[in-house]
């Protein structure tokens, strides 16, 4: 977490016990194996085609082998698998490990999980890939359980979350009273003293802020924070989650539409009450388009639209917020989506924010295979679309059977409690078929050009309403 910086604290090595000859000519190879086999980190050195040439006894103890010899002139790739650390399958295009040792290149430390031979144990790694020599023939992978550092981290957040959450109480308190004293209808006091306090109260709510940012901080890194997939309607999903918003858009007087035929910005299909499936979390879907929309609210003045949509794009499913509101200079585009990035200039210096939304909206999209990016130009208004992998019909049907057997199952176990003397009858769990493979976030996104930002002259509402037109039936998705 680069917040705090925490310095992570590394695996002692084991002792050495062994006798290091103090000389002989092969002493060098005899310190090398001695080291080799006694260190935590897994090494494997592989040929040019990937096959293992070396392996030390904790890269075999990692992967399941009980004898290092085993695995050599095996191909890495069948005995080094990894997936996601979120504990997503990775597929070979994507899979960093498997295009490192096809194409000879570097794996930079990549943080991962290791499936342990053919059981369903995982350990959490960091894995890299260097060339051994010069000639980039052999390569050496190098990997490292942090299950402990992982653990530790874990704590560490824990603390603070803990401790920020104990601390917003009581500056709540303070925040109260210091409200009551500069309210002139439950206390009297003097210029002097209301100057003071309003000072007090500015910090009050500042600490306050900082104490809740430093939660949702914690929240976010908590890698122990996994999506909890499900099979998914999308357009439906996403118009429940937009109407929520009809109310402050109203409030704001800025039109809101969902499912608009925007024109300019569709690229892609678009049919008649299109439905698409995906397999995602909804917990995470709406804390990506709550702070997507919460954003286009805030970043865009009275009189202003904002248009969500959702759309089946190849095998892609495609969803856009886009606002008229006061974009995003180029300068500032490639950093919106790093941790506390504001774009500064004076219109967002008087809008309240933390330049953690669209953090979170990232790590959230990719943790289910997703892709999030922008499209904006400074007073020009703004685009966000976010990418995720597309289910058919019939996956969609193949996934929702075991849900559905289930939910026939507790309603059997209610009726069979209301009944007790009906036979027992017990609902058989059909397979659940592999995840879809999405794009990984390492690769460039396989998807059609983005149109340019609608001007806002150009975003045209789809009822001619010279009133504010709050439209979620979203006529045409
Ligand atoms: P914040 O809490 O500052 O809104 P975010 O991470 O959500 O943090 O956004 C980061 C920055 O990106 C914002 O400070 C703002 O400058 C810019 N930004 C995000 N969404 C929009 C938008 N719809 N229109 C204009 N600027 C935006």
């Known amino acids: 977490m680069s917040l705090f910086n925490f310095k992570k604290t590394k695996s002692p090595a084991a002792p050495i016990q062994a006798t290091v000859p103090s000389h002989g000519a092969n002493q060098g190879n005899d310190l090398a194996s001695l080291v080799l086999s006694v260190i935590h980190d897994g090494v494997v050195m592989t040929d040019r085609a990937g096959a293992v040439q070396f392996m030390n006894p904790a890269a075999a103890r990692l992967c399941g082998l009980s004898n290092p010899n ?3 002139g095996l191909d890495s790739i069948l005995i080094i698998r990894i997936e996601t650390k979120e504990g997503r399958e990775l597929s070979e295009a994507e899979n960093p490990f498997i295009l490192a040792i096809r194409s000879g290149q570097t794996l930079k430390p990549y943080e991962c999980n290791l499936i342990v031979g053919q059981t369903d144990k995982r350990v959490p790694i960091t894995i890299s890939i260097l ?11 190098t990997f490292r359980d942090i299950t402990e550092e ?34 002139p209808q439950t206390a009297t006091i003097d210029e002097r003293a209301r100057n003071y306090l309003t000072t007090a109260h500015a910090a009050s709510q500042h600490l306050g802020k900082l104490f809740q940012d430093l939660l949702d901080v914690t929240k ?11 099979p998914a309607e999308m357009v439906e999903m996403v118009k429940d989650i937009t109407k929520d918003y009809i109310p402050r858009a109203q409030e704001q007087k ?47 003045p009275s009189g202003g639209s904002i248009y969500v949509n959702v759309r089946g794009d190849g095998d892609r499913v495609l969803i856009n917020v886009t606002d008229t509101g006061m974009g995003i200079s180029s300068d500032d585009l490639g950093h919106i989506f790093q941790k506390f990035y504001r774009a500064d200039n004076s219109d967002t210096r008087t809008i309240g924010g933390t330049g953690l ?8 999209t990719e943790a289910m295979g997703g892709q999030v990016w922008a499209e904006s130009a400074f007073g020009e ?31 059997l176990s209610t009726l069979q409690s209301a009944f007790p003397s ?8 059909q397979p659940v078929p592999a995840m879809p493979q999405p794009i990984s976030s390492q690769q460039s996104p396989q998807l059609p050009p983005v149109p340019p930002i609608p001007q806002p002259t150009q975003i045209s509402p789809p009822q001619p309403n010279p009133n504010i037109n709050n439209n979620l039936n979203g006529g045409n998705v």
């Open 70 to 72: 085993d695995a050599i």
């Open 131 to 141: 060339p051994a020599d010069e000639t980039g023939g052999n390569r050496v992978i």
């Open 150 to 183: 992982l653990k530790e981290e874990g704590e560490q957040m824990e603390f603070i979350s803990t401790a920020s959450h104990e601390m917003r109480t009581p500056v709540a308190t303070i925040d109260g009273y210091l409200s009551l004293c500069l309210n």
């Open 220 to 230: 976010l890194d908590d890698s122990r924070i996994r999506p909890n997939f499900v």
């Open 254 to 300: 800025i039109n809101f539409t969902f499912g608009a035929d925007d024109s300019a910005s569709v690229h892609s299909e678009r049919k008649l009450n299109q439905v698409v499936y995906s397999y995602v979390d909804p917990d995470f879907m709406r804390e990506i388009l709550d702070n997507l929309i919460d954003n286009a609210l805030k970043y865009t």
């Open 357 to 364: 939304g669209l953090y979170l909206v990232k790590q959230r």
């Open 381 to 411: 208004g703004s685009t966000f679309y976010v990418s995720l992998p597309r289910l058919t019909a019939d996956e969609y049907e193949k996934r929702m059977i075991p849900i559905r057997n289930q939910k026939m199952q507790e309603q």
């Open 422 to 429: 009906q036979p027992t009858t017990t609902i058989t769990e």
